[in-house]
């Protein structure tokens, strides 16, 4: 009994059956009758012992009458009143969990995921995935010249291009300062290291104001191809190593990061212009 009753309340605290308030207040109207109908039953089975017994000071008939119009209604209306209240406790603390947990996952500053979720993502995909590193080329002049809310500024920027770009079937997320990663699945390579290089020729179209004048902002990338049985350090450690071969390559470009066994159209090297490396 302990056990299922919590259960019941960890599925609620998971937002089960309390989606909203409206869910509590249905809820709590069939609870409600299912606890009158069965606290009218124990009243009439309880007075029918003591009756059978003789111990019972009055008549069963005005028993039976009393029961029926008092036991119900009065059951009814005190269960809504707790069931509604402790309903409605469960429902704010579940919101209230789930609010946390997306925060959890969330980068403050550009609404998109964090390294964690990141992370989370791709242990959670299954099959090939593309994995993509990008970082804002002298991110450290921006904040230097501009000063640090318009490299802020920037940061978002890149964020706002890349959720732009990468819609489908992936994920984008600050991976730590300048610094974003992007994890596709269901996509072919050579898509989306395309997508890559869009990527980057859209960013390096923005313009940012500021009181010091208007600046533009570039990035560099690294992209890896990752296999069913290749962990998220490998891949990742990949994508990073290319995205350091494209910053000591001159910056604002993309590098490849192919396993052995990809030909060159499936790496993309063949249809995105972009540079390639060697595994």
């Known amino acids: ?56 000071p009055y008549d069963l008939k005005a028993l039976l009458i009393v029961a029926t119009l008092l036991t119900p209604p009065i059951t009814f209306v005190l269960a809504v009143f707790f069931y509604v209240i402790f309903g409605c406790a469960i429902h704010d603390i579940g919101v209230s969990r789930a609010r946390l947990e997306e925060l959890s996952h969330t980068d403050m500053l550009t609404g998109i995921a964090n390294r964690r979720a990141f992370q989370t993502a791709f242990e959670a995909a299954h099959g090939e995935k593309a994995m993509a590193m990008f970082d804002i080329d002298r991110f450290k002049v921006i904040n230097d010249t501009y000063g640090h809310s318009l490299g802020d500024e920037a940061i978002v920027r890149v964020a706002t291009v890349l959720s732009s770009v990468f819609t489908k079937d992936c994920i984008c997320a600050r991976i730590g300062g300048e610094e974003f990663g992007v994890l596709c699945t269901d996509m072919p390579f050579g898509e989306f290291a395309a997508c890559c290089e869009l990527a980057r020729r859209r960013i390096a ?68 212009g972009v540079a390639r490396s060697a595994a």
């Not at 059956?17 to 009218?40: G, H, I, N, P």
């Not at 990035?219 to 910053?247: M, W």
């Not at 000591?248 to 470009?253: Q, V």
């Open 1 to 56: 009994m302990i056990s299922v009753a919590r259960n019941w309340v960890v599925k609620q605290l998971e937002l089960g059956e309390f989606q909203s308030y409206r869910d509590v207040y249905r809820k709590s109207v069939t609870v409600a009758l299912k606890v009158s109908l069965l606290a009218y039953g124990i009243n009439l089975m309880c007075h029918l012992v003591l009756h059978q017994l003789g111990l019972l």
């Open 205 to 272: 179209r923005e313009r940012i104001a500021g009181d010091d004048g208007t600046f533009g902002i570039t990035v560099s990338g690294g992209v890896a191809n990752g296999l069913p049985d290749q962990g998220f350090s490998q891949v990742f450690s990949r994508a990073d190593k290319a995205l350091y071969e494209a910053k000591a390559g001159g910056r604002n470009r993309i590098v490849l990061s192919c396993n052995d066994h990809s030909s060159p159209k499936e790496c993309g090297n063949s249809e995105t």
